[in-house]
Every structure is written in structure tokens, then in C-alpha cells.
């Protein structure tokens, strides 16, 4: 059985963890677009809470095309995540290819004013194969 989370990368106590879904439902492969869903999950195992302020990722299609989203927070919101606690939440990916890969960082602030980035691991993008 896979793990729900089945990739994850911890950076100064804080432990990004992914699950992706493919979503048949949203993708049309006809049209060439796929979609799929990923849930993040942010651990914060330090002793000092931490804000996340922005996001960056690099999201790289099944033609080895990259494509770059930056912007603040996360679904809307900048979560203060305490010691001991954590913050999910789920978003979208679109392809206009069958395979792919997302990777990418937060930025985050700790409760003594230092900045640092945190990483989000790579994680891949398949959609099942179609048979028939």
C-alpha cells in the first residue's frame, strides 16, 4: 500500500509532505490537458513558530517544458503554524501532457524575524495509462 504522503523534504524542522491524485474527471486527454491534484502538508517540528509568506514552484511537463508560479501564501492564506502543529491544504495542476513534475520552495519567516526558504520535494505527475 502507498503512503498517503509519499514524498517529503525537511528544511531547519519544517516537513513539506505531498500527495498527488490524478483527477480523470477534470483531464481531457482528447484535448491534451490532464489534471491532477496535490496535497500538501506542513510540519512544523522546530521550537519557534513560522509564517509562510510566499510561494515558488517549477512545474515541468512531460516535453521537458518549464513553467514558473510565484505568489503570496498559499490558497489564499499566509498560515502562522506553530510549534508541534501543521497546515494542509489541496490545489491543482494542469498539463498539456501526461507526465510531468512540480518542485519548488516557500518562503517562510520565523518568530525572530529570520527569512528562509523551505523545500518542497520534486514530486512526479502521471496520469494512468489509457488502454483500449
Known sequence: MKALFADEAETRGIVVRVSVSYLPE???PQ?????WAYHIRIEN?????VQLLT???????GRGARHTVEG???VG???MIEPGASFDYVSGC??????GNMQGSYHMIGEDGAAFDVAIPKFALIAPAVTG
Open 31 to 35: 484535448r491534451g490537458r490532464w489534471f
Open 77 to 79: 492564506e499566509q498560515p
Open 94 to 99: 494542469p498539463l498539456s501532457t501526461p507526465t
Open 55 to 61: 510561494r515558488h514552484w517549477v512545474i515541468t511537463d
Open 26 to 28: 477534470q483531464s481531457e
Open 72 to 74: 503570496e501564501g498559499v
Open 45 to 49: 517540528k522546530g521550537e519557534h513558530s
